[in-house]
């Protein structure tokens, strides 16, 4: 499958949305990916997690992904090498390995993030890897935002599609300005 044919298969399952989105970085957007309309589809995921195994062809012995939006997707791309795949979450505002999940020193580590704008949740992740003793051998994501406010990510990024929108910070948002009203379909928030 290329980057042309997913791109295709986000827009056919109603994955890419219009309107005014606040991002799980506290952006606004006017466009949102619900990845979740491509990951339900178990055919689809195992694609994509095929795909964006491909783009690390140096190999890997973990995939480490942030909760929730990403864990499908790691577990996906794990599967398609045979690798481990773990996932990282948020206590107290940190990002850590809970459940018993580690990065042991040496261990060749893929971040596999959902969507990327800002890139902090990645970079979050990046960052346990590298404490934990792991190799980061890089970030892989459905989707890059391809966002002007992202700072260094501390890996390279290989993204299976990348989408040129606007995303501004909540404070200067133009459709605020415009009175449209926001929408927050992210799970960051969410009470679990």
Do not use: Y
């Amino acid at each position: 499958m290329t980057t042309q044919e997913m791109l295709q298969e986000l827009h056919e399952k109603g994955a890419v949305l219009s309107g005014h989105f606040r991002l799980s970085s506290g952006r606004h957007s006017d466009t949102f990916v619900q990845k979740f309309r491509l990951l339900e589809d178990s055919r689809a995921a195992k694609r994509a997690g095929e795909m964006l195994a491909s783009k690390f062809p140096e190999g890997f012995d973990v995939v480490a992904a942030p909760a929730i939006g990403a864990i499908v997707l790691g577990f996906v791309t794990a599967l398609a090498r045979g690798a481990r795949s773990i996932f990282s979450e948020r206590v107290d505002g940190e990002m850590s390995f809970r459940r018993g999940f580690a990065v042991f020193p040496g261990e060749r580590t893929v971040v596999v993030e959902d969507v990327v704008t800002t890139g902090g949740s990645a970079k979050e992740v990046v960052d346990l890897v590298a404490q934990s003793g792991g190799i980061v051998v890089g970030i892989g994501a459905l989707v890059d935002r391809d966002d002007s406010s992202r700072g260094p990510l501390g890996a390279p990024l290989q993204a299976l599609v990348t989408l040129s929108v606007n995303s501004w910070p909540a404070e200067s948002c133009p459709l605020c300005a415009d009175g449209i009203p926001l929408t927050d379909p992210g799970s960051r928030r969410l009470d679990l």
